[in-house]
Structures are given as structure tokens and as C-alpha cells.
């Protein structure tokens, strides 16, 4: 019902900035809650922010929390990530990933994935 495509990765160095933007298909991209992960070679997939539904209950993990801000417009169907402040521990592969039932924090809940963006922080 929802396919996802990232786009906006890059290189940036420490300290700049990068903004993601996730294009979704789907009529009823509305009733999906939202979520942003990442993930570095040879590490598990991290969980970095979700936004519910309505756009509301925004929710960080503690490595992005005041840096990073995730929103959605619904009628453009796309969800994005504002990465602020960004540290070289912040370059992995992020990831869109969209959930039929509810925002969380465990990639498991989320049932569509986009293909990925890669973002690389320099020192």
C-alpha cells in the first residue's frame, strides 16, 4: 500500500547540516505513523525518530534528541528529517520506514522501507 524513496543524503562536514526527505506512494499514506532509521557498517539498524499519523507525539532516541527534527505533510505524502549539528558518528545509511500500526522505536513494528540515503559527517 506505501512504497518510500529517501532522498537529500550526502556529505557535510561536522557541525553542518543535511535535510532527508522521504517521498511516499499511497492513498492512505495518512494513517501510516512515520520513523527514521540509520545504520553503520557492520552494526544493527538504530532507531532515530517517529511521528505519529496525525504529525503529532514526535519521539527521538537520545543520540539525536535537540538536533534532529522529524516532520510530515500529508498532502504532499512525504515525511522528512532535519539533521542539525551534525557528528561524525551521525554517517550511516538512513532509512524511511513506515507503520500500519502505531509509531515506535523497534524497526520490527514498521512494515514498508525506502531504499536507503547515505549520509557521511566529516571530522
Known amino acids: 500500500q506505501v512504497q518510500l524513496v529517501e532522498s537529500g543524503g550526502g556529505s557535510v562536514q561536522a557541525g553542518g547540516s543535511l535535510r532527508l526527505s522521504c517521498a511516499a506512494s499511497g492513498r492512505t499514506f495518512r494513517t501510516y505513523a512515520m520513523g527514521w532509521f540509520r545504520q553503520a557498517p557492520g552494526k544493527e539498524r538504530e532507531f532515530i525518530a517517529s511521528i505519529s499519523w496525525s504529525g503529532g507525539l514526535p519521539y527521538y532516541a537520545n543520540s539525536v534528541k535537540g538536533r534532529f527534527t522529524i516532520s510530515r505533510d500529508n498532502a504532499k505524502n512525504t515525511a522528512c528529517l532535519q539533521m542539525n549539528s551534525l557528528k561524525p558518528e551521525d554517517t550511516a545509511v538512513y532509512y524511511c520506514?513506515?507503520?500500519?500500526?502505531?509509531?515506535?522505536?523497534?524497526?520490527?513494528?514498521?512494515?514498508?522501507w525506502g531504499q536507503g540515503t547515505q549520509v557521511t559527517v566529516s571530522s
Open positions: 520506514a513506515a507503520s500500519r500500526s502505531l509509531s515506535s522505536s523497534d524497526a520490527r513494528n514498521y512494515d514498508y
